[in-house]
């Protein structure tokens, strides 16, 4: 579930091992490169966790961050 914390919606997903927490990253990158809106994000082995904020709004949430998260989730969602 996405928590906003800190002015940043914020996630942590795990995954079975690193190769199906990578293919998510990168079926995420796809869709983050689409809507010009980039995450911040980690990865340690299977876990993948995000930070979403809006630098150009003065590093706050806002419908762009709202929509990639949602984006994240479906993906998330169909794995």
């Keep these: 579930m996405w928590i906003e914390q800190n002015n940043k919606l ?3 997903y795990e995954f ?3 190769r199906e ?8 990158a796809e869709v983050a ?3 010009n809106h980039h995450p911040w994000w980690s990865n340690v ?3 993948v ?3 979403l904020c809006t630098h150009d709004a003065g590093d706050t949430v806002t419908e762009k ?4 998260a949602d984006a994240i989730e479906a993906i998330y969602d169909a794995l």
């Design 45 to 47: 082995y299977n876990k």
């Design 16 to 18: 079975e091992n690193f």
């Design 33 to 35: 490169e689409e809507m």
């Design 65 to 68: 961050d709202e929509a990639l």
């Design 10 to 12: 914020v996630r942590e």
């Design 49 to 51: 966790c995000f930070e």
């Design 21 to 28: 927490a990578f293919a998510f990253m990168t079926q995420v």
